[in-house]
């Protein structure tokens, strides 16, 4: 069975829509942990958008599954999951004006980049795993930087609006997977996965981790705002 990584960032997004400290995610990550995450990931974006550096160490420092911090190649946050070591680090590609990360990285355009980044991370006994199209091309150059995992972004199965297309997407995957199984390197997806779309990546063959964000996130906020409401109209009456 795949192993499923709670990503808590859209739990910063909230708090960091009013720069205060609720919610706070590492409270929202022992409650992901109580629910049965087999992992916890978080992004810790150049911009800070929403996870910030304390939320990584007191993460690290907490949480009692493995954590997985998602960076760009940038040498000064690469330098923070050196220092900070998480489990595993995830490599992705970052633009400052994207919503979230639009597509994965491009191992083909900057091999000795992310080669040398995954060697830092190694050399500091962290677990490398890149954020990748499914594309056989990315994916043969991701297997030659020496990345122990790959995660295949599955935004464009996730996103595909016709049964077919989403097929499509889905078979993608399955190829990718399968250059990835060959080369005895562990597979992750990831992005986009939602309660309705999730089971056919579940599926693939020798699925090690899922790691899901926003749909969790979304429907945490309608499974408990009816409780939430109830406790503030409690106090409001008392
Ligand atoms: N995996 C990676 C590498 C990501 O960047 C993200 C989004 O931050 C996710 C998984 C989770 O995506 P979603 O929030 O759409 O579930």
Redesign the pocket.
């Known amino acids: 069975m795949a192993r499923l990584?709670v990503?808590i960032?859209?739990v910063a997004t909230v708090r960091e829509a009013r720069k205060t400290n609720e919610p706070d995610p590492v409270w929202a990550a022992t409650l992901a942990e109580l629910g049965g995450a087999d992992g916890i990931?978080l992004?810790l974006r150049e911009d800070r958008r929403h996870i910030q550096d304390r939320d990584v160490r007191i993460m690290i420092e907490t949480v009692a599954v493995p954590t997985n911090l998602?960076l760009a190649t940038a040498d000064e946050v690469l330098a923070i999951a050196c220092d900070l070591r998480p489990t595993q680090a995830?490599l992705?590609p970052e633009r400052r004006e994207e919503v979230?990360?639009e597509g994965g990285l491009d191992v083909v355009g900057q091999r000795e980049r992310v080669t040398a980044a995954v060697k830092r991370l190694q050399d500091a006994g962290i677990v490398v795993s890149l954020?990748l199209d499914p594309d056989p091309q990315q994916i043969e150059a991701g297997i030659a930087t020496g990345a122990e995992a790959i995660?295949l972004?599955t935004?464009a199965y996730?996103h595909a609006s016709a049964k077919g297309k989403a097929l499509d997407e889905l078979a993608q995957l399955h190829q990718s997977a399968e250059l990835i199984r060959q080369a005895g390197i562990v597979l992750n997806a990831?992005?986009?996965?939602?309660y309705r779309n999730v089971r056919p990546v579940a599926a693939i063959a020798e699925m090690h981790e899922l790691?899901?964000?926003?749909?969790?996130?979304a429907r945490a906020i309608m499974v408990g705002l009816e409780q939430a409401v109830r406790d503030m109209k409690r106090l409001v009456s008392e």
């Not at 990831?190 to 939602?194: A, N, Q, V």
């Not at 790691?211 to 996130?217: A, E, F």
């Open positions: 990584g990503n960032d859209h990931t992004h998602e995830t992705v979230t990360t954020f995660e972004h935004g996730a990831g992005h986009g996965l939602t790691n899901i964000g926003h749909s969790i996130i």
